[in-house]
């Protein structure tokens, strides 16, 4: 099955500055790509997402950046707010019928005001 | 708040006992799925239903574990005979049929504490 590994674990940084979450995936099938953010006691929501026959993908502050060949997916969020700290979580979704996301373990973004 | 909801938001309960869980999607969307998240980690894949038909099961999902979802709306989630290791955040999702973008739609969540 899709194995999805995100780093950092955690990213501390400065108010402004930019985020980059990364992730990698093993199943090469896999061709659809959402990160998801959540905050303390909250659901998870859809933050942007990109599938296998794009390479980037940005909605303002935010884009993501897909490697098909390397299998690996970046978030970046740039001129990061107070506001953006939460845990992000990436998933990849394989080519098969059941639609199911194998998600990463999750990046405990902080941003200091 | 539209949107899935998940009932109830907390729950706790002794070693032993039988728990429900109740999910109601996003009304037009038939398909809803059971993830466990435990901290520090991301969502685990339960289970996944297409309108009443239950067409995945995860191998995380035990004999102790059964979901429905019997007029394929909303869904249930029971744990029979639970253990400390079951206390865990069980999310609901679920997403439309046949959509381009397939998103899955996540509710709040129920946080089981087994004692």
């Given amino acids: ?113 | 708040d539209t949107g899935v909801s998940q009932d109830p938001r907390h729950k706790i309960t002794k070693r032993g006992q039988n728990v429900t869980f109740r999910c109601d999607p996003i009304s037009e969307h038939n398909r809803l799925y059971w993830y466990r998240q435990t901290l520090g980690q991301g969502p685990e894949f339960l289970t996944y239903f297409q309108n009443e038909a239950q067409l995945e099961k995860s191998r995380l999902l035990s004999d102790r574990f059964s979901a429905e979802r019997p007029k394929g709306s909303f869904s249930t989630l029971e744990i029979q005979r639970t253990e400390q290791g079951d206390s865990a955040m069980y999310l609901c999702a679920s997403s439309p049929f046949g959509s381009s973008t397939d998103t899955q739609y996540f509710g709040p969540g129920t946080r089981l504490t087994v004692l």
């Fill in chain 1, 1 to 113: 099955g899709e194995n999805v590994e995100q780093h950092p674990s955690t990213l501390s940084v400065q108010e402004g500055d930019s985020a980059v979450i990364k992730c990698t995936y093993s199943d090469s099938a896999s061709n659809y790509f959402p990160w998801y953010k959540q905050e303390l006691g909250k659901r998870p929501q859809l933050i942007i997402d990109i599938r296998s026959n794009v390479g980037e993908k940005k909605d303002q502050r935010i884009a993501v950046t897909l490697n098909k060949t390397a299998k690996h997916f970046s978030l970046h969020i740039t001129e990061t707010q107070p506001e953006d700290s939460a845990v992000y979580f990436c998933a990849a979704r394989g080519s098969g019928g059941s639609y199911i996301p194998t998600f990463g373990r999750g990046t405990s973004l902080i941003v200091h005001p």
